[in-house]
């Protein structure tokens, strides 16, 4: 069973989407350990409620930061680690560590909107449409080599944050989806593209009708 490790700054909506999809077996993976360079995250709490172990680990000094992060998810035995709302970049060092075993979710169609408020972003611009994207992450902030996107209708009356909660809808599908397709042995990164290679879908069993999955969803 795929071990997972997750590093979360805040609430977590993603994070417990993961869980509940190891839960529900939608997934052969469990989440073994989370991480948060925010005391108050409450992605710390739902890891606890869930009797998973979780820890703060203090960001003061980066380097100490990810050099602790790293020995415990080696610790822990993780063989994906999961950006799911981890408001940090990481240094190459951690990066290189963990190339092609570490993943992010991003509330954008990449490579538009990178960096922080995605969703207002996307208001401001007046985009028609919006999404999420879940990418291998590379020394860049919301750069690497991309695995699934899902897009949202912009609406006219829409504001941040009803887009934010449509996005939002959509992150918790394909997040979950990437690492099955991982665990699956189903994503090869070829320079900056990922090839899924064949096999099942969760189009009939696990989608909504207002979002576009890309391939392999
Ligand atoms: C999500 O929109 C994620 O894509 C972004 O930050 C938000 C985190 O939400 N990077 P949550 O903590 O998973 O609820």
Known sequence: MLRIGVLASGRGTNLQAIIDACEKKMINAEVVVVL???KEAYALERGKEHGIDAFFVTPLVKEEHERRMDEILREHDVGLVVGAGYMRILSPWFIERWYGRIINIHPALLPSFKGIDAQGQAIEY???LAGCTTHFMDEKADHGPIILQAAVRVRDDDTRESLAERI?????QILPRSIDLFE?????IEGRRVRILPGDTWVDKYSYPDVFYSEGY
């Open 184 to 188: 699956k042995g189903r994503l090869r």
């Open 36 to 38: 948060s360079d925010n």
């Open 168 to 172: 939002l809808k959509a992150e918790h």
């Open 126 to 128: 007046g985009v028609k």
